[in-house]
């Protein structure tokens, strides 16, 4: 039996500011990138379901809640992958964002061992805002850019695009997310266009055992936010890690404001795994703790010529 070789942890780091990256937090997305990179469309043989939920400052009254869920599938025959992707950010009181967009990717077997994936989606963003069930310190607020005096609901187009190439060891990937959407101040209805890179190694020093480090950049103009990870895997079925965010911007990596812890386990298919937030140095002033649950099944299917390099052959 080979050991399992398992997609790249992305973590989505934001903040809600202006110039600030406006995707969701989520520290749990190895299993499932699409949201991100349209090119992770079909990145299983299975028909794949993904569903994570996180609850951001979780001892502060109406915090933000996010949740993701992703649904893709892949057909050999033309060899494309098919998904959907529908996010929710509840930014607080009265201010939620709703993502849902199709996606489509085409995968290239380069060789026997090297696979190249294209690809794109393309739905809506919906946003709402009714400043009436805010609370205020100071009222003058109300009317300023940052705080509109009037109830706001937004359709607008929403599209990314993504390429990754990976091998059983080794996979790179980069995307563009909100094409449509490049403003130059960001606000908590426009999220701004973003760019990820990454890359995920895989080592095997047993048949038990696969250790997985991952490199994220995300950068949004004025805006990079780094993710270092490593994630372990035993036996095929339970997996921990941890992830460190520096604070880059500051230049000091080692005042990092945020560690997150992660554990989780598989048996048939079934995947259930939670993730633990650590706020550190200043974000410690804010809140200390976020929780993050992620749930997700495979169904599988006749076995294809091709295997993805989210899993091995046995």
Same mark, same amino acid.
């Given at each position: 039996?080979?050991?399992? *070789? &398992?997609? @790249?942890?992305?973590?989505?780091?934001?903040?809600?500011?202006?110039?600030?990256?406006?995707? &969701?937090?989520?520290?749990?997305?190895?299993?499932?990138?699409?949201?991100?990179?349209?090119?992770?469309?079909?990145?299983?043989?299975?028909?794949?379901? $993904?569903?994570?939920?996180?609850?951001?400052?979780?001892? *502060? !009254?109406?915090?933000?809640?996010?949740?993701?869920?992703?649904? %893709?599938?892949?057909? =050999?025959? @033309?060899?494309?992958?098919?998904?959907?992707?529908?996010?929710?950010?509840?930014?607080?009181?009265?201010? /939620?964002?709703? @993502?849902?967009?199709?996606?489509?990717?085409? /995968?290239?077997?380069?060789? !026997?061992?090297?696979?190249?994936?294209?690809?794109? %989606?393309?739905?809506?963003?919906?946003?709402?805002?009714?400043?009436?069930?805010?609370?205020?310190?100071?009222?003058? =607020?109300? +009317?300023?850019? #940052?705080?509109?005096?009037?109830?706001?609901?937004?359709?607008?187009?929403?599209?990314? *695009?993504?390429?990754?190439?990976?091998?059983?060891?080794?996979? $790179?990937?980069?995307?563009?997310? /909100?094409? &449509?959407?490049?403003?130059?101040?960001?606000?908590? %209805?426009?999220?701004?266009?973003?760019?990820?890179?990454?890359?995920?190694?895989?080592? %095997?020093?047993?048949? $038990?055992?696969?250790?997985?480090?991952?490199?994220?950049?995300? /950068?949004?103009?004025?805006?990079?936010?780094?993710?270092?990870?490593?994630?372990?895997?035993?036996?095929?079925?339970?997996?921990?890690?941890?992830?460190?965010?520096?604070?880059?911007? #500051?230049?000091?990596?080692?005042?990092?404001? !945020?560690?997150?812890?992660?554990?989780?386990?598989?048996?048939?298919?079934?995947?259930?795994?939670?993730? $633990?937030?650590? +706020?550190?140095? !200043?974000?410690?002033?804010?809140?200390?703790?976020?929780h993050e649950v992620l749930i997700s099944y495979r169904i599988p299917k006749k076995k294809a010529k091709y295997q993805r390099f989210l899993e091995d052959e046995e």
């Amino acid at each position: 039996m080979k050991t399992r *070789f &398992l997609a @790249i942890c992305v973590a989505l780091f934001s903040t809600i500011s202006a110039f600030a990256q406006r995707d &969701l937090m989520l520290s749990q997305q190895f299993f499932s990138r699409l949201n991100f990179n349209p090119a992770a469309t079909g990145n299983s043989d299975d028909v794949d379901f $993904f569903l994570i939920g996180r609850w951001q400052w979780a001892d *502060f !009254e109406d915090s933000p809640k996010d949740g993701v869920f992703n649904v %893709s599938n892949y057909i =050999e025959s @033309i060899r494309s992958g098919f998904g959907l992707s529908a996010s929710y950010d509840d930014l607080g009181i009265a201010n /939620h964002t709703f @993502i849902c967009k199709p996606a489509y990717a085409y /995968h290239i077997n380069l060789n !026997e061992s090297m696979l190249l994936s294209m690809g794109l %989606s393309f739905g809506f963003l919906y946003h709402s805002w009714d400043p009436s069930d805010h609370r205020l310190i100071d009222p003058q =607020e109300v +009317g300023l850019e #940052s705080f509109p005096a009037d109830p706001e609901k937004k359709f607008r187009p929403d599209m990314d *695009f993504g390429m990754e190439l990976a091998t059983p060891k080794l996979m $790179f990937g980069a995307s563009i997310v /909100h094409i &449509l959407n490049n403003e130059e101040k960001v606000t908590t %209805s426009v999220p701004g266009r973003q760019f990820y890179l990454y890359t995920r190694a895989t080592l %095997s020093p047993s048949d $038990f055992l696969a250790i997985c480090p991952a490199f994220v950049l995300m /950068h949004r103009n004025k805006v990079s936010k780094v993710e270092l990870n490593v994630q372990a895997f035993f036996n095929r079925m339970i997996w921990g890690g941890v992830t460190y965010r520096p604070d880059v911007g #500051s230049g000091a990596w080692f005042s990092s404001n !945020e560690v997150t812890f992660t554990i989780g386990m598989e048996r048939n298919r079934l995947r259930f795994g939670y993730a $633990f937030n650590l +706020g550190l140095g !200043e974000v410690a002033k804010l809140s200390k703790q976020s929780h993050e649950v992620l749930i997700s099944y495979r169904i599988p299917k006749k076995k294809a010529k091709y295997q993805r390099f989210l899993e091995d052959e046995e």
